[in-house]
């Protein structure tokens, strides 16, 4: 797998890197850092994402070649290579852009760390045992003898992705392993502090209103069963100038008090359509349940789901099938 990894970068010079619709911090920084090692080997990379990142995590996009598909208009003809990056489907990149694969005449290399991927990758390389697939790039780059052409910056990018799917390092995903990854970023001149400043300092007034808001209006317990959940929706959004990114971790939250072991965050859209984020702890698991109700899947404890009620029905449904997860 290895071998074959490297075989397909030294036959490949424009590259072409992907992830997943709204992404996240894993997503941002495991293409940051794809994009910053292959300049290193002189080649030519570019990102191409389904849509933005929330505002903190744009910063880590200065000084890389990047488009949102709505704005991609580059012939794929001219890339040799494309690393799908932090997703497992096709359809994890969204409806419109993962018309893109048919097109795509390029091998390619899926890294990714979420369950049960699709097979439509030449490799494949998948551990849903690593916390995160920025950890598993630097583990690939490790394994390939190659991982001495990461620059600060992809260092950087690393970290932060680490750092965002693990919850600041409290998930049970972490292990021995993370943390010597993690003593070979700092060792390479991360400083963990202005990482973190750079994500979980950036709030406005506004951000903090809704998430007190959500808080002490909207969280609410399931009798009897250690679940809490919060759902919110398009109108209360809109009254506190909601920003893509001021509901993220706000699911931990629910998490945190003390006796919930299951915590539900759920959000309506423009469209009217329901996203919805699962967490768990101990014994109860969530991918299974996101999956078969509500479009979703992901990690035992950490999952995502979408749904096309209204959010009154999504919750209903919601309340209907939860013992499920019990």
């Given at each position: 797998m290895i071998e074959t990894?490297?075989?397909?970068?030294?036959?490949?010079?424009?590259?072409?890197?992907?992830?997943h619709k709204s992404p996240?911090?894993?997503a941002v920084g495991s293409a940051v850092a794809c994009y910053e090692f292959l300049k290193s080997l002189n080649k030519s990379p570019f990102i191409l994402i389904p849509d933005m990142p929330a505002s903190n995590?744009?910063?880590?996009?200065?000084?890389?070649e990047y488009e949102c598909f709505a704005d991609f208009d580059q012939d794929l003809s001219i890339?040799?290579?494309?690393?799908?990056?932090?997703?497992?489907?096709?359809?994890?990149?969204?409806e419109e852009m993962s018309q893109i694969f048919t097109d795509l005449n390029t091998p390619k290399i899926m890294i990714d760390h979420h369950p049960q991927p699709s097979d439509f990758c030449e490799l494949t390389i998948s551990r849903p045992e690593v916390c995160s697939t920025a950890q598993l790039f630097f583990e690939v780059l490790e394994e390939a003898r190659l991982d001495s052409n990461l620059n600060l910056k992809a260092c950087e990018a690393i970290y932060l992705g680490i750092?965002?799917?693990?919850?600041s390092f409290r998930f049970p995903s972490v292990t021995a392993k993370t943390h010597n990854v993690l003593q070979k970023l700092i060792l390479n001149g991360v400083v963990p502090f202005e990482i973190h400043e750079k994500i979980f300092d950036q709030n406005t007034s506004d951000q903090l209103k809704l998430r007190g808001y959500a808080v002490s209006e909207k969280m609410e317990f399931i009798k009897d069963a250690p679940i809490g959940l919060i759902s919110l929706s398009?109108?209360?959004l809109s009254r506190f100038n909601y920003q893509k990114g001021d509901t993220e971790g706000l699911v931990n939250v629910i998490l945190s008090v003390k006796g919930i072991s299951v915590a539900i965050f759920m959000m309506e859209n423009e469209e009217g359509k329901v996203k919805m984020s699962f967490r768990a702890k101990g014994k109860y698991l969530v991918n299974d349940f996101a999956k078969k109700y509500f479009n979703g899947g992901g990690h035992k404890y950490a999952a995502g789901g979408y749904s096309e009620l209204s959010l009154e029905d999504t919750k209903a449904k919601l309340l209907k099938h939860y013992s499920e997860i019990l």
């Open positions: 990894f490297k075989e397909l970068l030294e036959e490949a010079d424009r590259i072409l890197i992907t992830t996240d911090g894993d995590l744009m910063p880590f996009l200065h000084e890389v890339f040799d290579l494309t690393f799908c990056l932090d997703y497992n489907h096709e359809y994890r990149v969204g750092m965002t799917d693990t919850g398009m109108e209360e």
